[in-house]
Each structure stands twice: as structure tokens, then as C-alpha cells.
């Protein structure tokens, strides 16, 4: 099944607000403790007003045992999603490399 792309991928923080935390049986504070961050800082994670940094991408992974990736790859997915909408490249041409030298 694919993806609707007009839907706006998940933020990491609503995964950790509505799934992982309640999950744990542990509160907010408890998490935030665990992760060796303060409480107003997961409390801006699962509120959406904070990005997940590669550092806290690290210690969510150490948590809850999965790879910092999976974190860093949905806060990017969620990131290029509104850029993709926000900024303006009407004005910038598109340029078609050979492929052998285009990054992917």
C-alpha cells in the first residue's frame, strides 16, 4: 500500500505521545528522565514544537531498542514533507546531470 503523498508524514513526537509512551506504562517524567533530557523537552517533542535532534534520535533508540535511524528518518520525512510545501523553487532551474553523478 502506498503512502497518499498529500498527507503530511507522522512527527515523532505524536508516535512517542500516542503510541510508545502509553506503551511503557512509565509518565512523561519518568521517560524524560531515562533519556537524560528534561521534561519541558519531551513535553515539545510529543507537542510537535521540537524536532527529534540526532542526539535524542541516539537515546531514543538505547530506550525503546530500535536504531536511531528510524527517529532521524521520520523527523525527515515530516521535515522535507512542509518544506516541500513551504519553500518557494520556482525560480530555481532544474539541472539534468548524468546520472552517474547525481546523488541519490
Known amino acids: ?15 512517542l505521545r500516542e503510541d510508545v509512551i ?5 509518565t512523561k517524567s519518568e521517560i524524560a528522565r531515562l533519556l537524560g533530557i528534561s521534561r519541558q523537552h519531551l513535553h515539545d ?7 527529534v535532534s540526532p542526539e535524542v534520535a541516539v537515546r531514543l533508540a538505547k530506550l525503546f531498542g530500535n536504531a536511531p535511524l528510524v527517529w532521524i528518518r521520520m523527523q525527515g520525512a515530516h521535515d522535507a514533507w ?4 513551504d519553500v518557494d523553487v520556482s525560480a530555481i532551474p532544474t539541472i539534468n546531470a548524468p546520472t552517474s553523478s547525481v546523488i541519490t
Do not use: I
Open 1 to 15: 500500500m502506498r503512502r497518499n503523498p498529500e498527507r503530511c508524514p507522522t512527527h515523532p513526537g505524536e508516535l
Open 22 to 26: 502509553p506503551a511503557t506504562g512509565k
Open 82 to 85: 512542509h518544506a516541500s510545501r
Open 45 to 51: 517533542l510529543v507537542a510537535e514544537r521540537k524536532p
